[in-house]
């Protein structure tokens, strides 16, 4: 073996250390000790579970080497590391005099072995330790990509104010494979956890930003989602809060449209989304629509089915004050059945996976309070913020359009549709789908097919 493999061989040891940390609910960091060929110790983060802030993984490797060797002296040893290691375990190896210390993924917040500064160079400090960097380090930064992504996110507590859907009741989600992703810190939404699915690698040429209107989740993008991963494109698809595995506030008056708008902005920056088409229908154009004059950098193009700009300039059209009228009078309306009434080929599992995010009638705030929200008026919450991206649309939009017209919607039907297309620079012919209602998306797949030859960079 030669030196290098030498080192990838201990580093990969380090790394199932690494592995362990991560099932037990640690940052996933690993080390070993090795002296004369052989490892004398492991140790992996442990801080949380040992109740311990000096239990960092080279900490835990280097107390048990000097059980192991009967002195604190560590001479003849090397430690293997999967990150680069703090000011605290640095002057721990120090201590210990080390003979060698190898690390994998650099630490540009808290590594002082050449990110921050470099203890090991300070010859003060330092006189026999020698410091290797870089080995294997895309696996071990990946371990711990992976593990910050969904997991940190994932076990934050529930707001007091707020239900979480179990997640049994997205047990057997038909044609929905894609697993969950979640951030509870937006400010807007402090607390509230927030669902979006993510496919597709940030480095694609298209980012495909789907919003979801009212009582739908992302669920709803279940048959175009598939053609564009398979375009080598990147999806990105939110769950409004109080909708699908997004939390669901218990009072309907936490539902306000700068809110949601405001933590849809949020989500996109901190996604920091590039190249996006926003694909929109329903309430995700109501607000989506509002989005790209803030940021319009990140955008180059526009998917819009049945929704409107809410101006409060224009009466609502009688279909939505007919629906808006029946929320009403059916507050515990099956959500389900509203989806298959439209869409005959929907079968049972599709349709309770329409349901699934409102186990009881406390979960339905947000059923409650979307339809009277929709702004009706010139001074309605939300008009203004329309009118302003009514204009965006029509002088400042840059990017390319495609319009997609379910024609059976009683609701955001056709002339909705067309009004909305001559407010929206360069929108060229719609396309048409005489079978489509309301909820378009059913009958997504020929249309996000066609608009991937579109959107064809
Ligand atoms: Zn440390």
Redesign the pocket.
């Known amino acids: 073996m030669t030196s290098e493999e030498r080192d990838a061989h201990w580093m990969g040891l380090a790394l199932d250390q690494a592995r362990l940390a991560a099932e037990a609910g640690e940052v996933p960091?690993g080390a070993v000790v090795v002296k004369d060929g052989q490892v004398i110790a492991t140790g992996r983060n442990a801080p949380i579970n040992s109740q311990d802030p000096t239990a960092?993984?080279?900490?835990v490797a280097l107390r048990e080497a000097a059980r192991v060797v009967g002195n604190y002296r560590l001479e003849g040893c090397s430690l293997y590391v999967t990150l680069e290691?703090?000011?605290?375990?640095?002057g721990a190896m120090l201590h210990a005099r080390l003979d060698r210390v190898v690390y994998g993924a650099a630490d540009a917040r808290?590594g002082v072995a050449g990110s921050v500064l470099n203890l090991f160079s300070h010859p003060q400090l330092n006189h026999q330790t020698q410091l290797t960097s870089g080995v294997m380090a895309e696996a071990c930064g990946q371990l711990l990509k992976d593990f910050f992504k969904p997991r940190r996110l994932n076990i934050e507590p529930l707001r007091e104010d707020a239900l979480r859907t179990p997640d049994s009741a997205f047990a057997n989600l038909p044609d929905y494979p894609w697993p969950p992703h979640f951030v509870s810190d937006l400010p807007s939404i402090q607390g509230l956890r927030l669902h979006y699915l993510d496919e597709g690698s940030v480095e694609a040429d298209v980012t495909w930003l789907c919003l979801h209107g009212n009582p739908a989740w992302s669920f709803l993008y279940r048959k175009m989602i598939p053609v564009w991963l398979a375009a080598g494109h990147r999806v990105v698809a939110p769950d409004l809060i109080g909708f699908g595995k997004s939390d669901k506030p218990k009072k309907d008056n936490f539902h306000r449209f700068d809110t949601h708008r405001q933590s849809l902005l949020e989500l996109i920056e901190r996604l920091d989304l590039q190249r996006v088409v926003l694909v929109v229908q329903d309430w995700g154009g109501i607000l989506g629509l509002t989005l790209p004059m803030a940021a319009p950098d990140r955008y180059q193009g526009l998917l819009a089915m049945n929704t409107l700009l809410a101006t409060g300039e224009a009466p609502l059209s009688p279909g939505f004050l007919a629906w808006r009228e029946w929320c009403k009078s059916q507050p515990l309306f099956d959500v389900g059945k509203l989806f298959a009434r439209g869409n005959r080929e929907m079968s049972d599992l599709e349709t309770q996976a329409y349901n699934a995010p409102f186990p009881d009638k406390g979960f339905r705030a947000a059923l409650r309070a979307f339809p009277p929200m929709v702004p009706e008026f010139p001074d309605s919450d939300g008009a203004a913020i329309a009118r302003q991206a009514q204009m965006f649309w029509r002088n400042e939009w840059q990017g390319q359009s495609f319009m997609a017209i379910g024609q059976k919607d009683p609701v955001l039907g056709e002339p909705v549709m067309r009004q909305l297309k001559t407010q929206i620079r360069g929108c060229p012919e719609p396309m048409v789908l005489p079978h489509a209602g309301h909820f378009v998306q059913e009958q997504g797949q020929a249309i996000a097919e066609a608009a991937v030859r579109h959107f064809r960079p």
């Open positions: 960091v960092h993984a080279e900490v290691p703090c000011a605290m375990c640095s808290t």
